[in-house]
């Protein structure tokens, strides 16, 4: 498994239509081979800021979904807006439920 993780800061001005491109590409993204799970997650104390979290299968899948129509449809959307990213790729070698 394969798990991204991270934040996405964007202007004020830039939430909504941050919110916009986002609900799309994690409708798109969830249907996509090998996605576990996806989702933007808006701050509470920061309303600018949104977490990232993905799961996929294998790096096999996430080349694939970086390669979709509907990924760079979100970067392009959002690469005015975006004022800082951090994203982080994470193999876990064990996972377990807790």
């Not at 080349?63 to 979100?74: K, L, M, Q, V």
Request: charged share 25%; proline share 4%.
């Amino acid at each position: 498994m394969i798990i991204i993780c991270g934040t996405i800061e964007v202007t004020e001005a830039g939430i909504a239509p941050y919110k916009a491109a986002a609900g799309p590409a994690t409708e798109a993204s969830l249907k996509e081979e090998g996605c576990g799970t996806y989702g933007f997650y808006q701050s509470i104390d920061n309303p600018c800021l949104f977490r990232v979290y993905e799961e996929w299968e294998s790096k096999e899948h996430l080349r694939a979904h970086g390669a979709s129509a509907h990924f760079a449809a979100f970067g392009a959307a959002i690469k005015d807006i975006v004022v800082a990213r951090k994203i982080t790729m994470i193999e876990p070698e064990r996972m377990r439920d807790l």
